[in-house]
């Protein structure tokens, strides 16, 4: 995903060498700036409810391929998002299908959601 420079630069989270702090600092640097050339700076923050539980799989694999992501990834991401295993209450359920969602805790997602 880096070397084809799809993401904005503006995008921090969950890439290669770029922390939450960049964002802060870019933040800071950008109101600091602007009262020192007295302009008005605006910020909104977002917190969406139910975001990873609502992902669609079949939007995200659609959008790999416009994109040209590798096969093997786009079948990595397949199967992390069809081919789950569930934990229930000390056990493990049998494999199943899901069409929306991202695994629980998974990180692997975000950057496609962008």
């Known amino acids: 995903m880096e070397s084809q420079a ?8 969950f890439r290669l060498n770029r922390l939450c702090t960049n964002s802060l600092v870019t933040l800071t640097n950008n109101i600091q700036t602007s009262f020192l050339v007295n302009e008005i700076v605006a910020a909104a ?12 799989s079949e939007a995200v694999l659609s959008e790999t391929q416009k994109i040209r992501v590798s096969a093997r990834l786009r079948k990595f991401i397949e199967n992390i998002t069809h ?17 929306k969602g991202t695994p629980q805790g998974s990180t692997q997602l975000v950057i496609f959601q962008h």
């Open 6 to 13: 799809i993401l904005p630069q503006e995008q921090m989270g």
């Open 45 to 56: 923050f977002l917190d969406i409810t139910g975001a990873f539980d609502n992902v669609l």
């Open 83 to 99: 081919r789950r295993i569930h934990f229930e209450e000390d056990y493990l359920s049998e494999a199943y299908s899901v069409h």
